[in-house]
């Protein structure tokens, strides 16, 4: 069992649960990849299993050659719902943490490349690092939120969550249009631009706003 960890200590245990993520959900990020953004948001799943916490090490698999770091807003969900509209949609909203979805790009290059899944890439353990959740009366708008990553101190991907394409409240309208969303699901936003390799020995920083903050380094 993974729980989160409350940067408050007010709440009781809550268990992850899955973990929806979306990709291009930025278009200078879609750019930099050589791929075009979509009308609706582009989803993918990582396994429970890939959650890291604070101080804990990014592990690199045999498998690939080369990680990326992709620096995300992390929405926790904290009531059941299905079929929300996007009016009602924060009313299930838990809390928020920054997180890294980390990705196998060379497995995921091949997979796009043979029409694959991306499961392989995206779903090693130590693959989802995630930093203490900060309770939604915290944050007012969420989409409007400085979301940084330096590695060994220096900035490699910085935005604001006000240039992701859908609003925090269209991406929880359209997950659970398909999915039941779960208390202690986390929808994963997607990265914004300034995507790159980690190697081991890196440390990374990840930042949201002043709310939440997360290091991990590599193995
Ligand atoms: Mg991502």
Sequence with gaps: ???????????????????VCLARSYIKHAKEMHTNTTEDPLLFLKPTSSVIFNEQSIIIPKMSKCLHHEVELGVVIGKKC?????????????????????????IQDKAKKN?????IAKSFDT???ISDVVLKDKIKNPNNLDLSLKINGKIR???????????VERIIEFVSSIMTLEKGDLI???????????????KLEANLGNFCFLKVDVK
Excluded: H
């Design 82 to 106: 299905k079929n929300v509209s996007q009016k009602e949609a924060l009313d299930y909203v838990l809390g928020y943490l920054v997180c890294l979805d980390i990705t196998a790009r060379d």
């Design 127 to 129: 693959f989802a690092p």
């Design 157 to 167: 991907q910085s935005s604001n969550t006000k240039y992701m394409i859908y609003s």
């Design 115 to 119: 029409s694959w899944p991306w499961t």
């Design 1 to 19: 069992m993974t729980y989160y960890i409350f940067k408050d200590k007010t709440e009781d245990k809550i268990q992850v649960g899955k973990l």
């Design 188 to 202: 994963m936003t997607g990265t914004p631009e300034g995507v790159g390799e980690i190697v081991a020995g890196d």
